[in-house]
């Protein structure tokens, strides 16, 4: 949990629309074990420690369904602080028979793939000690293994599922974007993250203090992909935590140099991902 603290920048938090508040807060409640931290007649914000808003969920008048092929949200990932609690979790979803879209390996990390009621992606992992991630100068060591799942669900040890552990936290966040090279100059040249792994011309991972990646971006859903309608199913926007104020405050300088205007400290980034950004107060 150290790359998710001071000196760093990080994701904090996702704000997603949903098509039917009640029946995303069965999932998250009922499913993930969140509970409600602030509630309206068309939002809910969802915290594991009674305090940090960690997702948001939204249900705009006139919601739209999910938008196949558009950028936005790939995943977000919540990282929970150890391999028992993740074992724990995947224990549970084996017992209620809950679609999964896949279990993997990472060397970094452990992670189980699945998608909300509405079809937005969540991974939920562990990290290994990052003592143990191979570097080869700035490029970390990643890849995509099967997972020795008799080994991970052993480390349970017979304790079950009560929801995600108040130590869970938000790890990184995933996007699809439509120009790789116009993300890369946003956010290395202007919000100041480092490339520490790349997928060939597919898709880049982008950290800061040495973490695996707190960003990813990929063109998977295809280059030049329009961003979705602002009222569809998936992502409104994310928060990216800077280490103080002046750090935020030069990011916003960087990114008005490369011509982008940050209102309300919110902005766009070049495939319409919108970004809260805020800084941590001692």
Request: no cysteine; net charge negative; charged share 20%.
């Amino acid at each position: 949990m150290k790359f998710h603290q001071q000196p760093n920048t990080f994701v904090s938090h996702v704000q997603l629309i949903v098509e039917q508040l009640e029946r995303s807060l069965s999932f998250y409640q009922g499913i993930l074990g969140f509970q409600i931290l602030d509630r309206t007649d068309s939002t809910a914000s969802l915290t594991l420690n009674e305090k940090d808003a960690l997702v948001t969920l939204e249900q705009p008048a006139g919601v739209l369904p999910k938008e196949p092929r558009r950028s936005g949200l790939y995943h977000y990932a919540i990282l929970v602080p150890d391999r028992k609690e993740l074992a724990k979790v995947i224990q549970h979803f084996i017992d209620i028979k809950y679609p999964l879209q896949g279990i993997s390996d990472h060397l970094v990390s452990e992670a189980l793939y699945l998608a909300d009621p509405d079809g937005n992606g969540i991974e939920i992992y562990v990290d290994r000690p990052s003592e143990d991630w191979e570097w080869i100068g700035e490029q970390v060591t990643m890849s995509t293994e099967q997972v020795n799942l008799r080994s991970l669900l052993s480390e349970a040890n017979g304790e079950r599922f009560t929801g995600l552990s108040s130590d869970t936290i938000m790890g990184h966040i995933h996007l699809h974007v439509s120009d790789l090279a116009k993300a890369a100059e946003f956010y290395i040249q202007g919000l100041g993250f480092k490339v520490v792994y790349q997928i060939s011309n597919q898709a880049l991972f982008i950290s800061t203090g040495g973490y695996h990646h707190h960003i990813g971006l990929n063109i998977w859903n295809g280059k030049g992909v329009q961003a979705p309608s602002r009222n569809s199913v998936g992502l409104k926007f994310y928060t990216i935590v800077f280490t103080d104020e002046m750090t935020r405050d030069s990011a916003i300088k960087n990114l008005a140099l490369l011509g982008y205007s940050v209102n309300e400290n919110t902005v766009v980034d070049p495939s319409g991902n919108h970004i809260l950004l805020k800084y941590q107060e001692l």
